[in-house]
């Protein structure tokens, strides 16, 4: 079987008491099985803790947020499971996390999540996204349609050099991967893969554009879950910042988190609106590149509830229209 994941990956390492913020703030983890019985099975003051602070909801077992934190994250920023017990008692979530791993069966790809601090830097500071291959013993049949996998991989390698090194405006970058994904879509419904030209996307692009209002956008954004105050007072007091160069990293990134996954339900170009929205957010927002989308990211991206509404909404939100997406990326967008 094979496995990829991008160059930075195995250099990744968790700064704990270093973070400038931490997974184990304002998440209610979920707890697998396994752990969640190995926990309320303990003696002691550790175990007579957990059994306080693990709850059930909706069949899943939670750690209960205590004060706005993870009641086993000690003073010192350490988990106080990995400190008495080491990190093979983590539950699944705590010792994974930020990794991500999409299992197709036949392959598999891993990456990192832009809400850990730590891992953003990776992500947004690679100049290109080249994934190492790796053979892992074992084979495993294909899970999905194979035909509508070949279109997702080879239009993501499109999109991706799109993404990659160019010299135009983020803007116009951004324009060309959303018509790109626009074309991508026809072909994952069967049309014709059709040669892509970059000048004449962009002079339809500009005959299509209207102007936006990035205030609607962000609006759309207070009205989904908020879990930190911090996010929702950058939604109602932002600073619109010009165009970050670590912005195409960022829509990477997105690329190829998401892209794929549109073999399971066949709606590529919602995914393609997903990410140039949340490009558009970040810019609107303002401030530290980095810092926006980490907490952007930890807000929509870790709910998957926000997740759902912003795919449905990129098709059905009057903001979120192609024309004033187009409008906003090109510069005809209202504050
Ligand atoms: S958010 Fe990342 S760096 Fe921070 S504590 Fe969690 S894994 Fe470590």
Redesign the pocket.
Known sequence: MKLYKPDYFDRFR???GD?P????KEWGVQVDETAAAMYRSLPGTLGDRLREVLSDEDGETVMTIVDGRCPMWRADGLCRIQAELGEEALCKTCRE??RLTHDYGDFIELGLEL?????AKFILEAHSTPFIEENRPGEAAAEYDEAAMAVLKATRKHVLALLSGSSRPVGETLVLALLYGYQAQSQLDGGDALPFDPDAALESARELAKPGSFRELADFFLELELLTPQWESLLKNPAPASWDPRTPALARYLVNRYWLQAVSDYDLYCRVKFMVILCLLAKYLGGDLLRTAQLMSKEIENDADNVDALLDAAYAHPAFTDDKLLGMLLGAGKS
């Open positions: 968790c700064i704990a973070c913020d931490s997974c184990c996390f930020p809400s850990c601090p730590e891992a």
